[in-house]
């Protein structure tokens, strides 16, 4: 056991820092306004796009590393569809075998697909499926779900987008009626993007997707708590700065100790991805994902108050961090939905155990 | 970031699964017994002594195994894996200040017996008036020739009825800065002007205990470091106590994690209470691993391990909550003692070793940076 980032895993973190410091928008109102196109391109040609899918697809690294350029995304709350239109999509077309030319066009950021969710079941839509949300889309010309037949892939086009909560990330409705031409195939092919996705294939990305998504929560909670100690430093009141009063000192010391444990856990989960069977990975993944979405929530709600009456202000970023943070909660289901699944598979393995 | 087994730690992992199928000690005394618990623990450490599963990271010239802090980590795991609830003898945190601070011929006078269970030790730190302020403590040492005269009163010394020794922390100087003027010593307790008092504790046990020292003579060969060096030995033993790893208490919730399963099954409140004190679990057994890999590493416990202890108060208390909701009435009618009992412990677990509040302090000031009032 060695349960420490390597030095490479190290600079591959401060690397993603870096380019996210370098394309950070630079106030609240920036973000509003802000075009992702240069640190998509920068993000591309670093390899950040194609993290964890094999190299014969055009990736490279780990879903460890993933998970790492993640959370330094997620740190710095950057306006770009890292998930949802790049290692999502990618991963789960890798894992049902389909149309390696999105694939290389995906990991590559000339394309940016994401993929279709049942809002109301959290699986991945069908065409036949009454809704499909297309999460963190932002640029998305197209949304991958899955044909009416029910095995292979399919493209369909982006709808109308909505409102949003969340100012660094976009979610639009799927067109399920109406094919994407992604793959230059013609008439009653188009949109077809082959593939297969079984049980387990489906159970997988589930679980990295899940992992991911804790991954930009665990960077969330950095960033969020990174403000809110630098506030305490330096907000005074009652002619001292307000990070000298025990009631603050521990709300924060509280807040430290569950991103701690929200790191060590998502850590875990990516790792597991690739080092566990399938049963493992997946209760890593849930144990991860309602961990963060339990803390991370607290967390962001005490930075908030941490702000005082400045936590309230459009122009304060506590609040960009907690809508952050409850868009990630929300996707893929909140806490008691992952400790439901975590009772079930737990107690599935202790019937097989007896 | 490898949470495998290397093939030495797989094959220590075998070889102790062996082991432990063949040396199960059996269920542990009622938690409200004190004395057949302390026979029991004593029993099974002489056990697993004998086995050559305690001090793994020990030197081996004191009767350790020279293995890294990873292998107590398997140790304990496999422990729980088990179903043994008790894991390693705490000899950890005690021994640590001997082998930091004493002297060659200290350590091998005392690190042995404490390994191997042939002494019992208890730790002469908290008083009346110094609890969370430990540095205000006021037992006094005064230098008399080749022996000190100690007189003072500890409070909250666990194990003191039963203990072979004390290290003790006494005042040498009552003039300087508070932290600067305490001492180390070992101290013999059957030596004259002793007594000790055993204190019930609310679950009827009586774990802890009341010691008074009234013109007890100890020899300057029992000082253990410099006059005055007792307060950055007494952080020492508290980094190492905070840690969880000496305390074993990963096998414990993992045993009691697999018990509950059955006990929650079909009611969906239940379930989810105990799939939070699952995940509450699963963050300090990973978040201990980070630590230890670190002290593989060489780094000595810091700051960092409060968050170790937070995260475990986290787990000890969720799991007492659920244990005592799982009996029920039996509970409180007194027909389930063992698990009120198993309960109220778990609420000292917030306390010793530094209450929890003390532990948020250390994090907000030594980790955060936030200023001091």
């Known amino acids: ?354 | 970031m490898d949470y495998d087994d290397s093939p030495d730690e797989a094959a220590f992992r075998v070889r102790l699964r062996e082991w432990l199928a063949h040396n199960d000690p059996g269920p542990p005394p009622p938690i409200n017994d004190s004395a057949a618990e302390h026979a029991y623990k004593r029993q099974w450490q002489r056990t697993l002594y004998a086995g050559g599963w305690v001090g793994l990271s020990w030197p081996s010239a004191y009767g350790g195994h020279d293995l890294n802090p990873i292998y107590e980590a398997i140790f304990n795991e496999e422990l729980g894996a088990a179903g043994i609830a008790h894991a390693a003898p705490p000899v950890g945190w005690l021994g640590r200040a001997i082998l930091a601070y004493g002297t060659e011929e200290q350590r091998q006078r005392h690190l042995p017996g404490l390994l191997n269970g042939a002494t019992s030790w208890c730790q002469g730190f908290s008083e009346p008036g110094a609890g969370s302020d430990l540095a205000s403590l006021r037992t006094s040492a005064e230098r008399d020739g080749d022996t000190y005269r100690v007189t003072g009163q500890k409070l909250w010394t666990s194990g003191a009825q039963f203990a072979d020794w004390c290290l003790l922390l006494a005042r040498t100087d009552r003039d300087g800065p508070k932290h600067k003027g305490i001492t180390a010593f070992t101290v013999r307790m059957d030596t004259p002007g002793i007594t000790v008092r055993p204190m019930k504790q609310a679950w009827g046990g009586t774990r802890f205990c009341e010691v008074f020292f009234d013109d007890v003579k100890v020899p300057v060969t029992d000082r253990i470091g410099d006059e005055g060096a007792g307060w950055p030995l007494a952080t020492v033993v508290l980094a190492y106590e905070r840690g969880p790893s000496e305390l074993g208490v990963i096998a414990t919730y993992r045993a009691e994690l697999r018990t509950l399963i059955g006990a929650s099954a079909g009611d969906p409140v239940a379930e989810e209470a105990l799939a939070r004190a699952y995940v509450a679990v699963e963050a300090c057994r990973l978040h201990l691993l980070e630590s230890l890999t670190r002290r593989v590493r060489g780094e000595a416990p810091g700051p960092g391990s409060s968050v170790d202890k937070l995260l475990m108060i986290r787990s000890e208390q969720a799991l007492g909550s659920l244990e005592f909701d799982a009996a029920s009435v039996p509970g409180v009618t007194g027909a389930d003692a063992s698990t009120a009992s198993r309960y109220l412990w778990s609420r000292a677990s917030s306390v010793y070793g530094g209450s929890e509040q003390i532990q948020r302090n250390i994090v907000a000031q030594r980790i955060l940076g936030l200023p001091r009032t």
């Open chain 1, 1 to 354: 056991m060695d349960v420490q980032f390597s030095e490479e895993e190290l600079l591959l973190r401060d690397s993603i820092l870096g380019q996210a410091d370098k394309g950070a928008a630079s106030s609240v109102a920036a973000l509003e306004s802000y075009d992702d196109a240069a640190l998509w391109d920068r993000l591309a040609a670093s390899g950040a796009l194609g993290l964890g899918i094999s190299e014969t697809l055009g990736g490279a690294g780990s879903v460890t590393d993933a998970s790492i350029a993640a959370t330094a995304l997620g740190r710095a709350t950057t306006p770009v569809p890292y998930l949802g239109c790049a290692l999502l999509p990618a991963h789960l077309l890798a894992l049902a075998g389909a149309d390696p030319a999105l694939i290389d066009a995906l990991v590559s950021g000339r394309r940016r697909v994401a993929v279709g969710i049942d809002p109301h079941t959290w699986a991945i839509a069908s065409e036949s499926s009454a809704t499909a949300l297309a999460w963190d889309s932002a640029g998305a010309d197209a949304a991958v779900v899955r044909g009416a037949d029910g095995r292979g892939l399919v493209a369909v086009a982006i709808g109308t987008p909505t409102p949003g909560l969340d100012l660094t990330r976009r979610v639009h409705r799927c067109n399920l009626s109406r094919r994407a031409d992604v793959t230059g195939r013609p008439g009653a092919h188009r949109g077809d993007l082959g593939g297969a996705l079984d049980g387990d294939a489906e159970q997988r990305w589930y679980a990295l997707t899940l992992a991911l998504t804790a991954a930009d929560m665990v960077g969330v909670m950095e960033g969020a708590l990174a403000l809110a100690v630098e506030h305490a430093k330096t907000r005074e009141q009652f002619g001292v700065p307000i990070g000298s009063f025990q009631a603050i000192q521990h709300l924060l010391a509280e807040q430290h100790t569950s991103l701690e444990g929200a790191r060590s856990v998502t850590t875990y989960a990516a790792w597991s991805l690739q080092h566990r069977g399938l049963d493992d990975a997946r209760l890593a993944a849930h144990t991860a994902k309602a961990y963060c979405a339990d803390a991370g929530k607290r967390l962001c709600e005490a930075v908030v108050q941490v702000h005082g009456g400045m936590g309230m202000t459009w122009e304060c970023r506590a609040h960009v961090f907690l809508k952050r943070m409850m868009f990630d909660r929300t996707f893929l289901g909140d806490e008691h939905l992952h400790f439901r699944r975590i009772a079930e598979l737990r107690s599935r393995e202790a019937r097989r155990g007896l």
